[in-house]
């Protein structure tokens, strides 16, 4: 057994197949993993990687097993699941995903492959356990797969919580240990045992809260955006293939990216932290549902259509088009009088923070500060929002906007 001491959840006791997972390439890799991307230019102590995460998810995955009364081979390999959950992430762990999915088909959560090969699989076969088993779980699979990933994984568990810890916000702070309490099974669904639709509640609330604080904050999202532009300048432009950019770590990127003639002015902005500015920040409503529907190409076509008419070289417009705004967890069941009942039907509250979460969407068009308001013109040329909805860099600080509880360092 190893002894880990862990800055959220004290000691971490490692025992089993966990702990000859920990020490393979693909598990090390993750210290070099950032959890929050690029966060970390808006909070500078997060710097926590998907690696100590990883520890954290095993420590909530064995409580939720000594709750559940779910033990011997079972037991073995949703640890294992857990501690494995995240070797699949690329570089700056989400914030460069949907890039990768693009060109590999796969997310992160996708691992059988990577599972099969490696030392990854030759622990778990010395253990007598299937890869495939565990990369089933990793996914969602099956029962036990919900307690790894579902509406009330330990995944969510503890990044809430470690989140709200590294960036400093008070936001993320929930009654895991609670929530790992109250687990049950009613009719094969992972459920919250009665009583605990407020429990429930305080997981979304603090979801809710960090969306707009920490998750969606302007300069996470500027920053992140202009780092998929030089991944996919990378890609577009050098040998390096998708499979290869996906089994990077965070300083392989970079080291890359400053190395890489077409990538090099993108890497030097992101070193130096002198990033694009909101030319444009629009709500919702005030968006047409030709973009809201764009894909990635679309998308693409009216960065370089936006940059022709403010008189910019292509790549230094940057159209960021959130997904429809979701709350996944408010699915989430609780059994209330022995029915099992999704919370978003039970809640009133679950309900407010759905139509909040719309309230905070935003649509954002970047580019070099000295360059926003041709390109804001140029959005009004081209997009077809009205000049009246738009909201500029200068105007965003008095909107009802995504960061209205963070400040920047």
Known sequence: MKTI????????????????????????????????????????????????????????????????????????????????????????????????????????????????????????????????????LVAGDGKYGQIVSGELDVDRMDY??????????????????????????????????????????????????????????????????MLRQAGERLLDTTDTTPEEFRRMDDHDLLYTLRNTESTAELARRFDHRDLFKRAVWAEYEDVPESLLAADHEDIRGWELELADRAGLSAGEVILDVPGEPSMTESSTRVLVNGEARRLDEQSPLVQALQSAQQAQWRLGVYAPEEATDQVRSAVVRTLDIEESALVSEVGAGLHATLDQFAEEP
Request: glycine content about 8%; charged content about 25%; hydrophobic content about 35%.
């Open 160 to 225: 809430l919580v470690r989140d709200a810890h590294h960036t400093g916000v008070p936001y993320g702070t929930i009654d895991h240990a609670r929530l790992l309490r109250e687990l049950t099974f009613a009719d094969g669904e992972l459920v919250l045992d009665e009583g605990n639709v407020q429990t429930a509640e305080s997981l979304l609330v603090a979801r809710a809260l960090m969306t707009p604080t920490v998750y969606g904050h302007h300069v996470a999202r500027i920053s992140k955006a």
């Open 5 to 136: 001491k862990d800055s959220v959840h004290d000691h971490i006791e490692v025992d089993g197949v966990a702990r000859a997972l920990l020490d393979t390439p693909e598990m090390q890799r993750l210290r070099h993993i950032t959890q929050l991307g690029t966060a970390s230019l808006v909070y500078p102590s997060a710097n926590h990687t998907r690696f100590e995460h990883s520890l954290g998810v095993y420590h909530n995955a064995c409580e939720a097993l000594d709750h559940l009364g779910i033990e011997g081979e079972n037991a073995e390999k949703i640890r294992a699941a857990a501690i494995l959950h995240d070797v699949g992430h690329g570089p700056f762990s989400h914030n460069l995903e949907p890039l990768t999915q693009r060109r590999t088909g796969k997310y992160h959560d996708d691992v059988h492959e990577l599972f099969e090969r490696g030392a990854v699989g030759e622990v778990l076969r010395e253990h007598d356990i299937a890869p495939h088993e565990i990369a089933d």
